[in-house]
């Protein structure tokens, strides 16, 4: 498996890359937050998927594991995962321990649950429930409900079972969750109803809310998450976001009310999303100081960053371990492909790191195998670091199946 400049599928890359995992089947790996890298960088995690291009239902099993050396190992089956985020399976990201993560459907209870598996000892701890964010440390999760968020948006949730506030708007007992893999504890941070009565969200009195994505800071004191109304029956207009910030003890506080996308921890005290903060304001990707929320537009208003995004671009952005670069993985442009980019934070500099082909002919706005088939099966790049930067891997359709490709992060040319 060595790397290329020359890949089908892929144009414009700046550094070489390589495929890991094998063309016998469609492989994944899932969100752009999360650490798809063992701590001796040997291993990749993956999900084996029995199809694509159509939604997943409870029946339907997919395989996970690690790629190694360009050979997939199964570890389990299961028929608990989405395809934007698979079991949100991965490894302990601080690097320290041979613990991997992931997310299953315990049957006799149930209910999902996040497994904490030593990949060393063999030993496993299990969450009294289903964890959206793991802390770095591995010792917390903060659980979330799944199964409304399937019913939200089926790319990010899981079939198994109803919600059990399916018809209840703002529900009293269900919200966010801390789940301790030290002592086996669970305690309610966040209460939906309680929320709603001390922030009432104008307009969403009788729409249901769910919690859409969550994570912790890095040093797991605080965590925020971006809270979504349904979309009212019969309309076109998309859900509303807000942004909460929280701390362990229960506190919490509203950011914005007004537009927020993907978002990143960039320490403690800083984080970058791409968003606005109202509705006259530019969408772009910004960097706000928690402490004061001082806000800027990262690389300027009218920096090449700006430009290469475009208004309306959004993108997956994660700074990279030492912190000099952000990348983001952006939506199908008109020409039918996905574009990673690169930026240096501290010059502005913005470039294109590669162009991966969306080979879907048929649905140009969404870039779906079929127009009728689900947009939540598409394959978004997702692009990932791996411990030391040395890496980015990302899934691609570039060449007709799900598959991982890596990059070589050595060889940036700046």
């Known amino acids: 498996m060595e790397f290329t400049m020359d890949f ?22 899932g969100y752009y937050d999360l650490m798809p890298y063992s701590p001796d960088e040997k291993r990749h995690l993956a999900g084996k998927l029995p199809f694509d291009g159509k939604l997943n239902t409870k029946d339907d099993i997919m395989e996970f594991g690690y790629l190694e050396d360009g050979k997939f190992t199964k570890l389990f089956e299961t028929n608990c995962w989405n395809f934007q985020q698979g079991i949100l399976g991965q490894y302990q990201f601080d690097g320290k321990k041979n613990v991997i993560f992931y997310n299953i459907f315990d049957e006799k209870a149930g209910c999902h649950r996040t497994v904490r598996h030593n990949l060393d000892t063999g030993e496993k701890t299990m969450s009294s429930m289903a964890c959206g964010h793991i802390s770095r ?94 979309r009212k029956p019969d309309s ?45 304001s530019l969408t772009a990707v910004l960097r706000t100081d928690m402490r004061t929320g001082e806000t800027e537009v990262l690389g300027g208003e009218d920096g090449q960053l700006v430009k290469t995004l475009g208004r309306w671009g959004d993108v997956h952005c994660s700074v990279s371990p030492d912190g000099k670069y952000m990348i983001g993985d952006k939506y199908p ?82």
């Open 137 to 230: 440390d591995g010792r917390y999760g903060l659980g979330i409900n799944f199964s409304r968020i399937w019913d939200f948006r089926p790319g990010y949730g899981y079939p198994n079972i109803r919600d059990p506030f399916y018809d209840i708007p703002h529900p009293e007992g269900d919200g966010i969750f801390l789940c301790d893999f030290e002592n086996g504890t669970t305690r309610q941070l966040m209460d939906c109803k309680a929320l709603f009565e001390k922030f009432p969200l104008e307009g969403r009195e009788d729409l249901k809310m769910v919690v859409n994505h969550i994570t912790f800071n890095p040093s797991a004191t605080k965590y925020m998450f971006l809270y979504r109304n349904f």
């Open 236 to 280: 076109k207009v998309s859900w509303k976001t807000t942004l909460f910030v929280g701390d362990l003890e229960g506190n919490l506080n509203m950011l914005w009310d007004e537009m927020v996308s993907h978002y990143w921890w960039v320490d403690d005290n800083y984080w970058i999303s791409f968003s606005r903060m109202t509705p006259d």
């Open 333 to 414: 442009d008109a020409d039918g492909y996905r574009r990673i980019i690169i930026y240096e934070m501290a010059t502005g500099r913005t470039e294109t790191l590669l162009d991966s082909l969306s080979p879907y002919p048929d649905d140009t706005r969404f870039f779906a195998p079929d127009p009728k088939a689900s947009k939540e099966a598409r394959c978004d790049l997702h692009a990932r670091w791996n411990h030391d930067g040395t890496r980015v891997s990302f899934d691609t359709i570039c060449r007709g199946h799900r598959e991982i490709v890596e990059i070589d992060m050595t060889k940036l040319p700046f």
């Open 8 to 29: 089908e599928g892929i144009r414009n890359n700046i550094c070489p890359v390589r495929s890991i995992s094998p063309e016998n089947g469609h492989y994944f790996f």
